[in-house]
């Protein structure tokens, strides 16, 4: 096992009806509020009009910023600061999925250092303070409310990258699974995939740690049971619940002690094509895991089978592989790049962008053969 620390200072709030105290909550950090969610979907469930009631309580000033957009843009993250900076605001208050949670992180450490959110992503400045963080979560997915960690795209760079720093963990969190029940039926899906995909990074990481590879274990049977589930029912608190816990046990650090670090090869793939086509993070990594599974079954056939072994009694790799991706197939999650209507005329303009951007694995290293392979077995 390797030396570890565990440090998560998020406050994660979570059940029917926590958001109840998020007035006196946000009252803590004080009264001028920068409010942030997406496109809209908040409007539309409700969740929008409880908030406001709830800051309206504390009579907070509320400056809004909305329009967030999925696989969120740096752009918008400069906005949201310069606006968040002029009204003085005091806390941010996030509530939406991953990409409006991401944008206040950077937002945040963007207003509280006077900084430029993209040199904050590249670590090129280096940020000392940040602003109060308050998350509401409204997917399952991500495993932002309760991480370090966040991930924006930028046009200019042709670059969709993750930046980490221990200045980002929310103070609060609040998750109630009965904000998920309007998430769609194929956003629930790849929440679901993406919950399972940060599983596999960390159990593809480097370092033997065998009680987090039993917390892997754990957390992708939870969702192969009570995904197809909650797909089936999808205003089943129950069922809600389990995958919403499972998603942030999924990327909170408890996979990962006892490892150096997770691999994360497979989200760098994923990253490149959501930039490249704007497909959901979740539908990405359904359509990379198998194939770096099968880049790898020759390199790591002994921990691909002891994964299928714990998760579908098979002492086979290749079995492994062909029952993970029929579970993604199951839950209606694309697996190849043709499912997206991604098709051959665009293998070439994949590879370069894979190599231009030096897409890798922490473990797993690629060699630009390896790029080009991966993107032919995506096809
Ligand atoms: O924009 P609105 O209208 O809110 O609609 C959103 C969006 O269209 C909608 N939605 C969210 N909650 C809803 C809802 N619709 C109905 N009812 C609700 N309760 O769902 C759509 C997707 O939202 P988004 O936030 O983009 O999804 P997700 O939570 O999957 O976040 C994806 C982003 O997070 C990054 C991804 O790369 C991607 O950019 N990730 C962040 C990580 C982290 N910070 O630790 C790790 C992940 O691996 C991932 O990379
Ligand atoms: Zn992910």
Known sequence: MENFTAYNPTKLHF??????????????????????YGKGSVQKNGIYTKIIQQLNSINAEITEFSGIKSNPLVDDVLEAAQLGKLNHIDVIVAVGGGSVIDSAKITALSIANGTDPWAIMKYKSKPTTTKPLIAVLTLAATGTEMNGAAVLQNHKTKEKIGYVSPLMYPNHSFLDPEFTYSVPKNYTAYGIADLIAHSLEAYFGDGDASLSDRF????????????????????????????????????????????????????????????????????TLTIAYPAWLRLQKNRIPERITKLGNQLFGTNSADETITLLEKFFKSILCPVRLSDINIHNDKKDEIIDQMIKNQIDGMVHKFTDDDRKKIVELMF
């Open 216 to 283: 892997v274990e754990a957390i992708i049977k939870e969702a192969m049971e009570y995904g197809p589930l909650v797909l089936n029912d999808p205003e089943n608190y129950e069922y809600r619940s389990k995958i919403m816990w499972a998603a942030t046990a999924a990327l909170n650090g408890l996979t990962s002690y006892g490892r150096k670090y997770g691999d994360w090869g497979v989200h760098d793939i994923g990253h490149n094509l959501s930039f490249l086509f704007d497909t959901p993070h979740g539908a």
């Open 15 to 36: 059940g029917k009806g926590v958001t109840d105290q998020l007035g006196e909550t946000v009252l803590e950090y004080g009264k001028r509020v920068l409010l942030m």
